[in-house]
Nanobody
Framework: QVQLQESGPGLVEPSQTLSLTCTVS??????????WAWIRQSPGKGLECIGY???????NVSPSLRSRTSISRDTSSNQFTLQLSSVTPEDAAVYTC????????????WGQGTQVTVSS
């Protein structure tokens, strides 16, 4: 059973950097043919894929967030991390990590999500 668990601060001040970690169990983040994604959803908005890191360590980030986003991993801890800089209240959302099966790009396992509020 694959499980993903997000962790990080629930409150970030404007202009600061949001940092979230996803801890994976039941699978290795280096398993061939899988990627590991960050997704967010704001009130009244649909799901937004922020980006992902592949089993090989390559990353891809949404163009709209690319200038402020970094996705990295720690294979020894089986974790991957999201960093989003210069946050504004528009970045407030539920942030979720997920495993993606590269074949047909299927999101097959999800974390429970973590609420992030941006406020001073």
């Amino acid at each position: 059973q694959v499980q993903l668990q997000e962790s990080g601060p629930g409150l970030v001040e404007p202009s600061q950097t949001l940092s979230l970690t996803c801890t994976v169990s039941g699978d290795s983040i280096t398993t061939y043919h899988y990627s590991w994604a960050w997704i967010r959803q704001s009130p009244g908005k649909g799901l937004e894929c922020i980006g992902y890191i592949s089993y090989s360590g390559s990353t891809n980030v949404s163009p709209s967030l690319r200038s402020r986003t970094s996705i990295s991993r720690d294979t020894s801890s089986n974790q991957f991390t999201l960093q989003l800089s210069s946050v504004t209240p528009e970045d407030a959302a539920v942030y979720t990590c997920a495993r993606v099966r590269n074949t047909h790009w299927v999101y097959d396992y999800w974390g429970q999500g973590t609420q992030v509020t941006v406020s001073s």
